[in-house]
């Protein structure tokens, strides 16, 4: 689980990514300059990455932390497994 600051920080970056979607759209109809577009372009993933990582971050310390200290080895295998998977995809980012 989120805790509630991170949470309201995710949100407002979220929202910022948002905004500036709309905003690259229509410089992309503008026909603004490519390395403009590619500027703010590159400041949403940036937002979007500080926020995968704000949630990572209280999975681990949450969902995760609770679920080990089980003594069910199918969810404990299953929270690896999903980390894993995450881990994966962040990668190819």
């Known amino acids: 689980m989120v805790q509630q600051h991170s949470k309201k920080q995710i949100s407002i970056a ?3 990514a948002v905004t500036s979607i709309a905003k690259i759209q229509k ?3 503008k026909d603004k ?3 403009d577009i ?11 990455k ?4 704000k949630i990572l971050t209280g999975h681990l310390h ?3 932390a609770d679920g080990m200290v089980t003594n069910d080895l199918e969810q404990k295998e299953k ?3 999903e980390l894993t998977k995450v881990m994966k995809l962040n ?3």
């Open 14 to 16: 979220l929202k910022k």
């Open 27 to 29: 410089m992309l109809d």
């Open 33 to 35: 300059y490519c390395i």
């Open 38 to 48: 590619l500027q703010q372009i590159l400041a949403v993933q940036g937002l979007l």
């Open 50 to 53: 500080a926020s995968s990582e």
């Open 62 to 64: 949450s969902c995760f």
């Open 79 to 81: 929270l690896v497994n």
């Open 91 to 93: 990668a190819k980012f």
